[in-house]
């Protein structure tokens, strides 16, 4: 069994669209995260919530949308797709909100916008 | 604010050489340090760690330790092998409760 789970793995769609990635994890952990990684690589923290409740909230623009409809599953959602939004998007997660360090990677969802 | 900062790659090595990549850190307080490992294809996985100055994390072969007084956290191992080709990532937690800051990772490739 997979422990963090994400859908779809690919995603290509075209500017101005609205798309949606969602994850699981199976770990029962209380803490979850959605990290973006560009084409150079980087890795860089966009939100997290810890049993249904958003504590972190990076700068992102408000055209994504987290949703956690419980402690298991964290999807996000992103309306009016631009170029610059193509990247590779990581689901991870954590035994709890302390132990922000160990994380736990889906296989992420690589998206391209045209 | 608080950063990690890797060396540039891409590091080619033949199979059975050392490895060494540089890792150091700016952070305020005492930050425990990881090194996660990111194979083709696939999500990051947590390689080792380190909660405490001169603590060493190790796994798999691989060796790093938490040098307060140089701010670093270098990753080595001492034969690599082919399996090992993948992009490593050096990263900090600054107190416990925030985010993971991760460095701009590191591609490693090992030829046989």
């Known amino acids: 069994d997979t422990a963090v789970s994400q859908t779809p793995k690919y995603l290509v769609t075209q500017m101005g669209n609205d798309k949606s990635i969602k994850c699981e994890q199976n770990l029962g952990h209380d803490t979850m995260y959605w990290y973006k990684q560009d084409s150079k690589k980087f890795l860089k923290i966009m939100f997290s919530?810890?049993?249904?409740?958003?504590?972190i909230n990076e700068t992102v623009p408000n055209r994504f949308s987290p949703k956690s409809p419980d402690k298991a599953h964290l999807n996000l959602h992103i309306n009016s797709l631009e170029l610059g939004d193509s990247a590779v998007y990581f689901c991870a997660s954590s035994q709890n909100d302390r132990d922000t360090g160990e994380l736990f990677f889906g296989e992420g969802s690589r998206l391209t916008v045209l | 604010g608080d950063s990690v900062t890797q060396m540039e790659g891409p590091v080619t090595l033949s199979e059975e050489a050392f490895l060494t990549i540089n890792c150091t850190y700016t952070a305020t307080g005492y930050p425990s340090l990881f090194w996660y490992v990111q194979y083709p294809g696939e999500g990051l996985q947590l390689l080792l760690k380190?909660?405490?100055?001169?603590d060493k994390g190790s796994n798999k072969g691989f060796e790093a330790t938490y040098r307060k007084e140089t701010t670093s956290f270098h990753l080595e191992k001492g034969s690599v092998q082919v399996s090992d080709s993948a992009v490593y990532f050096c990263?900090?937690?600054?107190?416990?409760?925030?985010?993971?800051?991760f460095g701009k990772g590191t591609t490693l490739s090992v030829s046989s």
């Open positions: 380190a909660t405490k100055a001169d």
């Open positions: 990263a900090l937690s600054a107190q416990a409760g925030t985010a993971l800051i």
């Open positions: 919530y810890n049993n249904k409740e958003l504590i």
